[in-house]
T-cell receptor, first 118, second 112 residues
């Protein structure tokens, strides 16, 4: 399967613990995004990488959140000192390099990691 | 700022009924517009897209037309099937940025 993969699919943790999620994008895609989706809502943007550079961060990304993409391939999202309000589905998406023929920003999504903070 | 508003669900239709899910947007410039679908237990999938005014996106019998004058991108299908039951999300991508702005989603249930 050459789609976006995310691990783990489910994570249950206790309040105050740290968690880390991994995203493997489609191999030739140079752009990678993280979103958060809570029940009954649409995905909300968290952060965006172009290759290894983190180019944009949402105000939703508090100091407890950090994302990396060290070699421009896979990415990790870490949440420190988790809170119950962090319970959500964390989605990763990737998109290919924009060319003159591709003037839009089609993003391909992974299945998500569902985080439950007790 | 950029935002998307779509009709609230759930929407319940009988098989072969006509579907419309309304979507309006607020954005500067000329965004690209998308409909994504999320089937039960699956990830988000792109359903269709339109990149400029008057473009019509279509896929699997679904259609949506980019209407700049009314800032709308309504999703339509002439005859829905039980397998179309899913949550549908309208989204935009600003021309100068990369993050997708999503609506809250509309749940569709099609009954036999």
């Amino acid at each position: 399967d050459t789609g976006v993969s995310q691990n783990p699919r489910h994570k249950i943790t206790k309040r105050g613990q740290n968690v880390t999620f991994r995203c493997d994008p489609i191999s030739e895609h140079n752009r990678l995004y993280w979103y958060r989706q809570t029940l009954g809502q649409g995905p909300e943007f968290l952060t965006y990488f172009q290759n290894e550079a983190q180019l944009e961060k949402s105000r939703l990304l508090s100091d407890r959140f950090s994302a990396e993409r060290p070699k421009g391939s896979f990415s990790t999202l870490e949440i420190q000192r988790t809170e119950q309000g962090d319970s959500a589905m964390y989605l990763c998406a990737s998109s290919p390099r924009m060319t003159s023929r591709s003037s839009y920003n089609e993003q391909f999504f992974g299945p998500g990691t569902r985080l439950t903070v007790l | 700022g950029n935002s998307v508003t779509q009709m609230e669900g759930p929407v319940t239709l009988s098989e072969e009924a006509f579907l419309t899910i309304n979507c309006t947007y607020t954005a500067t410039g000329y965004p690209s517009l998308f409909w994504y679908v999320q089937y039960p237990g699956e990830g988000l999938q792109l359903l269709l897209k339109a990149t400029k005014a008057d473009d019509k996106g279509s896929n699997k019998g679904f259609e949506a037309t980019y209407r700049k004058e009314t800032t709308s991108f309504h999703l339509e299908k002439g005859s829905v099937q039980v397998s179309d039951s899913a949550v549908y999300f309208c989204a935009l991508s600003p021309n100068s940025g990369y993050a997708l702005n999503f609506g809250k989603g509309t749940s569709l249930l099609v009954t036999p």
